[in-house]
């Protein structure tokens, strides 16, 4: 996985030029003939400003992929290969994007999400698309995702029943694809299409 790959070589790098910063810094203060109490609150105070420093790059790195200004991927399949790992169960097309349902060693269905830029697909992190709760039920909810530069809107529905003959629709047709999880849960995706406050699921009917 070459994303987290990049971002781990350049938080390494940064905390090595950091390192040899406090190094120069320390021989200029020449901080061994400074009180040891001075010492030692210089000394905190430096790592916890670094330490504060090397946390808030490495979320930035992880949260926006800088790669989207120079790398055109070819397919959602490309894009997948660079973020993730494991394999792809079903890739679902949107208008300007679509999900990518995979599966790896620690889970089954996960999600991710995919921008679609004329001929080409760039990467989407997290804070890229929102997460809306609509529906909350006993055995079943169901969550809107939302690409916040597309504004391609996707749905994911968890079910548990009894019954192996379960039917998905809404107001909109979407295109609903069943995920059997268990032997009594199914995970349902779809993209939806002018996805509106009036949306209505119905389940079997």
């Not at 938080?11 to 320390?26: A, E, G, P, R, S």
Request: net charge negative.
């Amino acid at each position: 996985m070459l994303y987290s790959l990049f971002r781990l070589v350049i938080v390494f790098l940064v905390c090595l030029v950091i390192y040899i910063i406090i190094k120069k810094i320390n021989r200029k203060r020449n901080i061994k003939d400074a009180k040891p109490t001075h010492t030692k609150t210089y000394k905190f105070v430096l790592c916890l400003g670094a330490l504060a420093f090397i946390s808030i790059l490495g979320t930035a790195l992880y949260c926006f992929p800088f790669e989207n200004l120079f790398i055109d991927f070819s397919s959602p399949e490309d894009v997948f290969k660079y973020t993730a790992n494991g394999y792809i169960d079903k890739v679902i097309y949107g208008d300007n994007s679509c999900m990518i349902i995979y599966s790896d060693n620690d889970s089954i269905y996960n999600t991710m999400f995919v921008a679609k830029d004329n001929d080409s697909y760039k990467i989407v992190a997290y804070p890229q698309y929102s997460t809306e709760h609509i529906y909350s039920q006993k055995y079943w909810n169901a969550d809107i995702y939302t690409i916040n530069q597309t504004g391609d809107t996707y749905c994911f529905l968890l079910l548990y029943t009894h019954d192996d003959n379960v039917n998905i629709s809404d107001n909109l047709g979407t295109e609903y694809h069943c995920f059997k999880v268990t032997e009594n849960s199914y995970y349902f995706y779809g993209y939806m299409k002018g996805y509106d406050e009036n949306y209505s699921v119905y389940i079997n009917s």
